[in-house]
């Protein structure tokens, strides 16, 4: 595949207090980041071909400034529990990475990267009811990384590899044409319902888990 999954984002409360919630139900809790000159912080799960970021503001005026601006960071969770999308999907190349993005996009050189690495957002940013759509050339599987890049990956739930992510979205089709790309590639699948929701399966359900982790995250593990 040219392209893979590389990290899902869910915007949360500050400091999400709902990851104690999911170090409950048995994950394992890898390192978290302060992203200076962008005004986000996150607190994150490792798994072997993907990681589970929950993100939020913790400096408004950076997420404000005119270089984040057009990320649209600051709306998207500014309007959290309103008609905003609180997802992020970030692609990396995939075993048989292609040249170019899978979207039309620009590139975002936030202060925390260093020079030359950039951030490929989709042009569709400003669609505010569609998840954030991001990707990272340099970015690879989490198994991959040894020493000090490593991350927890073994988790007392037992799950290891997503095998299929699915968004509810409130909204109607036609997507954007990112969106509709991501979708067309078979990366995730989309659903109509009343709400924003997050499915995540691991290692095709073979242990047969189902657990909802709403109102507190828009979020459902099986695996």
């Known amino acids: 595949?040219?392209?893979?999954?590389?990290?899902?984002?869910?915007?949360?409360?500050?400091?999400?207090?709902?990851?104690?919630?999911?170090?409950?139900?048995?994950?394992?809790?890898?390192?978290?980041?302060?992203?200076?000159?962008?005004?986000?912080?996150?607190?994150?799960?490792?798994?072997?071909?993907?990681?589970?970021?929950?993100?939020?503001?913790?400096?408004?005026?950076?997420?404000?400034?005119?270089?984040?601006?057009?990320?649209y960071l600051w709306e998207r969770w500014a309007g959290l529990g309103q008609n905003t999308c609180p997802f992020g999907l970030c692609l990396r190349p995939g075993s048989q990475p292609a040249e170019g993005v899978p979207f039309p996009c620009w590139d975002y050189q936030p202060a925390y990267l260093p020079v030359p690495l950039s951030i490929a957002v989709a042009t569709s940013i400003h669609v505010l009811a569609e998840p954030m759509l991001f990707y990272l050339a340099?970015?690879?599987?989490?198994?991959?990384?040894?020493?000090?890049q490593a991350e927890p990956l073994n988790h007392a739930a037992g799950l290891e590899e997503a095998t299929r992510v699915t968004l509810t979205l409130p909204q109607q089709p036609p997507f954007s044409p990112a969106l509709q790309a991501i979708v067309e590639a078979g990366l995730i699948r989309i659903q109509a319902g009343h709400e924003y929701l997050l499915e995540i399966e691991f290692d095709h359900r073979l242990q047969g888990i189902h657990q909802d982790f709403r109102p507190a995250l828009s979020l459902i593990l099986r695996g």
């Open 1 to 71: 595949m040219a392209f893979e999954l590389d990290h899902l984002f869910i915007y949360t409360t500050v400091g999400a207090p709902a990851a104690e919630q999911l170090i409950q139900f048995g994950l394992t809790e890898g390192s978290a980041n302060l992203h200076p000159g962008q005004g986000t912080a996150n607190r994150r799960f490792f798994f072997h071909n993907l990681m589970l970021e929950l993100l939020w503001v913790h400096d408004a005026a950076e997420a404000q400034s005119e270089l984040t601006r057009p990320t």
């Open 138 to 148: 340099f970015r690879q599987r989490q198994d991959t990384y040894s020493g000090t």
